[in-house]
Structure formats: C-alpha cells, structure tokens
C-alpha cells in the first residue's frame, strides 16, 4: 500500500521495534527468537489511517509466518513458537476489525482459552493441519465434509463445527487462564483501556503496538488520561495527517473541524447544517427516530436523557410495561457473581458478555430468570444467561425488572446509551442528540485540557460508519416497523445448524 508520509515514518519504527523482536516485515522473515521490546502507540485521529497501517502490519507478520492467535481454539501439539494477536477491548471494536479483513478477537477472548471436548478436539487439530481427519460418533462424513469448506472459507474452529451441526455448548467445555504467553500483540481502540488492562497485556505479550485516538474520551475512573499517556515521548508516534482515502468524508470532515480552537458549538452546528445541505450522508434530523434505535443507540451525553428517550422508545413500540418484547436492544452493566462462580464469569467473558457489550433480547430462557439473547459482533452470538434486566423510568426511584435471576448478568435497556458506553462501537448510522451536547458546551467542562463537549461530540460523530444524523430536538418519531428479531439470524447452508450457545448458559 502506498503511505503518508507520517505513515511511512510510523511504519518504520514499527518495522525496527519488530527486527528487535525477530521478525522482519519487510523481507517477510523471521530472523530470531528475538527479545521483548518495550511497548510503542501509534496515535492519530479519525481517517489518519491507524487501521490501514495496523491491517498492513498484520498482513506482513502473517506473511513472514507468524502464526494468527484467533481466541477460539488452540492446539496442544506442534504449535508455532511466533504468533500475532489482533486484540480489542470489545466484541464490537474487534468486528469491525474483522470486517476489514483483520483477524482480531477480544482481550478477554485471549486470556483465557477454551477446553474442548476431546471428540471435536480431534477435528480442530484434523482441521488446522495437526491431525488425521477423524472418525466422530454421530458426525458423518458429510459433516466433516461441511466443516472442512467452512473452515477453508473462514478460518475459524467454532464456525466449522457448526457447519457440522454442532452448538458451542456442544464442544466448549469450559475456560482456562492462558498458560503460554502471547508473542507481539497489536492492540486496536488502545484509547479504551485502563492502567490494569495495559498490565494485564504487558504481562501477556512480549511486545506491544497500541493504536489509538487521543481526541476520545479518557476511560471512567481514569483521571482524563489514557494508558499510552504514560509512554515517553519518543515511543508515540503521531498520525497527524488525514489519509486521502477519508478526504471527502463528510463525517470525518466534521470530526476533525472540532480540533479548531476557534470552533464553538454554535459555529460547530452551523458547519453540520451546510455539510447535511450539501451531503446525504449528514442529516438535520427534528426527532429521533424510533425504528433505527433497535439497532442502533442514540448518543446522548446526559444520563436523564438517556431514560427519557428509553422510556419514549418502548412505549413507542408498545412494549408492556411488565415485559420485554423481542428484538428489545440491551446492553450488559456487569455480571454479578460470587467467587465461587468464577468458572462461570470466565465463560460469559470469553464468550463476549463483557461490561458494555451489546445484546438483543431474543425471548425468556427455559429456566426461570434465563434469558436468550443474541450478542452483535461475536463469533458465537446466541446465548441464555440467567439474567437481571433493569429497565429505568423517568421519576422512578427504582428500575422495573422484567427479568430477575438470583445472580448473573446484569442488563440496562440499549436504545439510547451514554457517549461514553459507545466507545469502540460503530453502526452504520448513527443518531447523535445534540441538545446534550450544547448542554455540556454550556457547563464549562474540560477533560484533558480539551472542552468536554468536543470529545463528546468527536467521540459519537466517528461511531457512524456510513450516515450521521445529527438531531436538533427533544422528540421522537414513531417506528415505521414493528421490533423484531428476523434481521439477526445468519444464513446457513441447507442441513445445518446455526452455530448457537442457545443453552442456558449461567
């Protein structure tokens, strides 16, 4: 690919940081075991093409023979000694990645790994070249057959067994704490981790690449500062150059015009109006629309109007105020279990249910509290977990919980989150309520020397991948169609099974 020339200088003392540990990516070798090197950031703002050069880098490791850590199996017998971890803080942010071409998965996806039944065991190590293709009670030729093509297509263990007709829940058997360290590790959303998660993975990986975007907000509880902050000077490198590829982009045009010290909001919201009047991708929306927050949030800054808005979307859709109907977006607050369950935690983790995923309520489970959820962006996206739903109300001391287990995940309804909670998440198109924002431009606020309402608005402008609306007004239009859970299932080939962790899970 052809570089910036910022880019061409990050890339070089990528390539050096990676000779130190052994590998060089421009000859496409591997030259030594090599040593830890020290971590390195690699920072720049929407569209100064961080993705690009972090998808060129794995391209080149892959390339050299280093061998891709994909989180969902890995083998006990001749594995590579060099491997590459594409890792993100959430199922979302490593989709995306995905989506691009990248094999990423989740920091918590690789801190543990899976236990295997030892039937299918002999079919991932058949499948990634360790074994002899195997003889499998219950599965016939035909299956295997059906796992080898999808494994070709997709490269991923849990896919190819479902191809078979095998749930996760089939050969997953439970999780361990990863045993053997990772090699070089490339951490994308780095601006998403707090001081422990940064520990967490120095102590993992020998080496170290963090990409991320110093104009979003800092983590909570972070004090305004981000983990590559503590870096010294001379291991940050800066993309401070827009990539031609995102010239034109009218959302990252106007993400990038809130670096001007002279833009306030009034002028801000003066440049979306004349970007919306001459591009379709920006739109000056009078009201939220109530259809596409199903699937998509709506960004608000303050949390009353976040409950607000909930509470206009559910009764919008007539949603019951003692039930959920499903197709109901969801969005996980945590997972409440004792000590004694950490076996359970692990799994719910590496499966995704990490605090801020995203689910979509799918139906009540088979137990009481269980709910089926589907889990966007993961590799295995259906789950039941005994669940406690919270859904607030304005003027309510109390949440009403439609569903309530003793113990397990924690869920807040999803139509409209936090700016905050939308880090490392992107849609389409996105639905940015701007009366929060002019109410933080009003409060004064600053965070990291920068007001707070230009991170805000930074951060849920660059969560819109195609279309941005940009709402004016405290109202809501009425859903053009009813909720629903029909647009979530996969295609799957004729004779086979959805790849499901559909068993109550926890």
């Known amino acids: 690919m052809e570089f910036s020339d910022d880019q061409a200088a990050a890339f070089a003392r990528i390539a050096a940081t990676l000779r130190g540990a052994g590998v060089d990516i421009e000859a496409g070798a591997i030259l030594s075991e090599g040593g830890p090197q020290k971590a390195l950031a690699v920072l720049g703002r929407a569209g100064s093409g961080k993705t690009m050069l972090l998808a060129d880098v794995v391209a080149r490791l892959i390339g050299a023979g280093l061998e891709p850590v994909s989180g969902d199996y890995e083998a006990r017998r001749g ?22 071409g990248v094999p990423a998965t989740t920091l918590h996806r690789v801190l543990y790994t899976p236990l295997y039944h030892p039937d299918y065991e002999a079919i991932a190590e058949w499948l990634t070249g360790k074994g002899l293709r195997p003889k499998v009670e219950g599965l016939t030729e035909a299956a295997l057959d059906r796992a ?47 001081a422990k998660q940064l520990d967490d993975l120095a102590s993992l990986c020998r080496t170290l690449i963090l990409f991320g975007d110093p104009a979003q907000l800092a983590p909570v ?15 940050r490198l ?3 150059r827009v990539h031609r590829q995102a010239e034109g982009n009218p959302i990252i045009d106007l993400a990038n015009a809130l670096g001007d010290p002279a833009i306030d909001f009034a002028r801000f919201e003066r440049l979306v109006q ?55 977006p969801l969005i996980c607050d945590g997972i409440e279990l004792p000590l ?28 009481t509290g269980f709910a089926r959820l589907w889990l966007p962006g993961a590799e295995e996206p259906q789950i039941g977990v005994a669940s406690i739903i919270q859904i607030e109300s304005p003027g309510a001391e109390e949440p009403f919980i439609p569903t309530a287990a003793n113990m397990g995940a924690v869920f807040l309804h999803g139509a409209a989150v936090t700016i905050h909670k939308a880090q490392g998440s992107q849609w389409p198109e996105v639905q940015v309520f701007a009366p929060d924002l002019w109410a933080a ?34 109202a809501l239009a009425r859903p053009t169609e009813p909720l629903g859970t029909g647009d979530l299932r996969r295609p799957v080939a004729p004779g086979t099974l959805a790849l499901s962790g559909g068993e109550d899970q926890a």
């Open 441 to 474: 431009a009003q409060s004064g606020r600053e965070e990291a020397g920068a007001p707070l309402w230009k991170r805000l608005a930074y951060v849920a402008i660059t969560r819109a991948e195609e279309r941005l609306a940009w709402v004016t007004r405290y």
């Open 148 to 194: 080898e093509a999808s494994y070709k297509v997709h490269l991923s263990i849990p896919g190819a067994l479902a191809a078979a007709g095998l749930r996760g829940s089939d050969f997953i058997k439970g999780w361990k704490r990863r045993e053997e360290p990772l090699d070089i590790g490339l951490i994308d959303e780095a601006s998403m981790l707090d």
């Open 221 to 235: 509880g972070g004090g305004g500062a981000m983990v590559f902050d503590t870096l010294p000077e001379e291991r």
């Open 238 to 240: 800066t993309l401070a």
């Open 79 to 100: 594995r590579s000694r060099r491997s590459v971890a594409v890792l993100a803080p959430t199922n979302k942010a490593a989709s995306v990645l995905r989506g691009r």
């Open 340 to 367: 004694k369950h950490r076996r359970k935690r692990i799994d719910l983790e590496a499966r995704g249910l990490i605090k801020g995923a995203q689910a979509i309520y799918l139906g009540p489970g088979r137990q």
């Open 274 to 328: 004349a970007t919306a009047a001459r591009d379709p991708r920006v739109v000056i929306a009078p009201r939220v629309d109530a259809t596409a927050m199903a699937r998509a949030p709506a960004l608000v800054w303050r949390n009353a109007t976040r409950v607000r808005l909930i509470d206009a979307f559910r009764r919008a859709h007539g949603a019951p105020a003692d039930a959920l109907l499903p197709g109901e």
